[in-house]
């Protein structure tokens, strides 16, 4: 599985930004599930929003209402609303079979986010 992240940059506190992320496999079951994880300097990786292909998501608490992920075929985007300086991380694509089996299957490059308060 191929992942391509677009989006990303530097922004103020409140302001918003996309996301994007396109997957390409022989294999469309190998990007079932897409989603966003995040990983700021000294912590760990996290999840913050992820949907299949049914249309199923889950999205951490610290962005729920925030942040909107979206799904067309093999293109994911997030929309990320109100940010806030907590918000500052790398943010990676990752694509697997189901949502359970995201955090060990398939990930991109990482974009970075920064979120100036």
């Known amino acids: 599985v191929q992942l391509v992240e677009s989006g990303g940059g530097s922004v103020q506190s409140g302001d918003s930004l996309r996301l994007s992320c396109a997957a390409s496999s022989a294999n469309p079951f190998d990007f079932n599930a897409m989603g966003w994880y995040r990983q700021a300097p000294g912590k760990q990786r996290d999840l913050v929003a992820a949907i299949t292909s049914g249309g199923i998501h889950n999205y951490a608490d610290s962005v729920r209402g925030r942040f909107s992920i979206s799904r067309n075929n093999n293109m994911i985007n997030l929309q990320m609303n109100n940010l806030k300086a907590e918000d500052t991380a790398v943010y990676y694509c990752?694509?697997?079979?189901?949502?359970?089996?995201?955090?060990?299957?398939?990930w991109g490059q990482g974009t970075q986010v920064t979120v100036s308060s």
């Open positions: 990752a694509a697997g079979p189901t949502l359970a089996l995201l955090p060990t299957a398939y």
